[in-house]
């Protein structure tokens, strides 16, 4: 294993008294254990082939033209790093709208090193009790950061707002933790304009982003009943740290499997949210967030792969004479 390689990759190892792990900013993930005088990194033939193919661009395949029917590699991709055996394309592709899978022989584990690195993407779990009986009556949010690394944006935060009964994630970047209150204020009224529907109560940490007095107001105001998590017992604000745990963890997939710039960390987890929105959930009655709110199953067919390299086409009137027509990009997002 090569500790430069990962470290050039803008990651940190850090070597503990009995393990050893690798991080960036909030995310952290055990390499090994330690045994006397060694560190034996956890047997895992994926974690090796992730460092033969980081000299690559990518190790998966580039889906340069988006299509319903794609390699199993290719949709592991699309789908964020999301767990993809047989049974899980069955799954899948059987909630979703557009998503076929060429070549079903491979187990995705087999053929993604970047995994290797962290657990693979199961769904968000959720509990039996933290499953709302209305849309947006229960909305779970939770603030995540500062990263290291700022956005080219200068955002080093985000925060999600998780409707308990869909598991629609809602997710913004932030510079500051106090545009936290503007940020809540603006996703109920985009999502009740959907709906119809308010948000009776908030569950979130004891976190000043939520406990400042503009942000008490404005619940008071709106009638919103605030269930604040006592510290160190973070059991009811469970739903929304997991889900910022996921999506920080796929983030960081999508960051090393393309070997983007940390800078685009929040490209990645955007990205993370999108799709998660759009994959059914065992603990949702196997069905996806967004065909909670819109009724129907959501096409999955646009998806590209985080950071693959498509070729884009330059207007004539943008281009200088005898200047190239196209010009490689990079993927970093999608609306
Ligand atoms: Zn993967």
Known sequence: MSVARIVDAGYMVGFEESVCNVSKDVMRTELGKRNRSLYHVAENKEFQSYEENTSHQTNLGLARNQSPSATLETWHGRLCHRTLDSPAVNYSSSKVRDMEVSNTSVASTKICGVCALGPQHKEAEMKAREKGTELLSVVHSDLCGPMETATLNGERYFITFTDEMSGRVSISLLRTKDRALSQFQAYPSRAEKASGKMIKALPTDGGGEYLNKAFKKYLVAAGIYHIVTPPYSPSRNG?????????????????????????????????????????????????????????????????????????????????????????????????
């Open 239 to 335: 739903l929304a740290e997991r889900m910022n745990r996921t999506i920080m963890e796929t983030a960081r997939c999508l960051l090393l499997e393309s070997q983007i710039s940390f800078k685009f960390w929040g490209h990645a987890a955007l990205t993370a949210a999108h799709v998660h929105n759009r994959l059914p959930s065992r603990s949702h009655n196997n069905t996806s967030p967004i065909a909670f709110w819109t009724g129907k199953e959501p096409s999955i067919g646009h998806l590209p792969v985080f950071g693959s390299t498509p070729w884009l086409h330059i207007p004539k009137e943008m281009r200088r004479k005898l200047a190239a027509k196209s010009l490689k990009g990079i993927l970093v997002g999608y609306e």
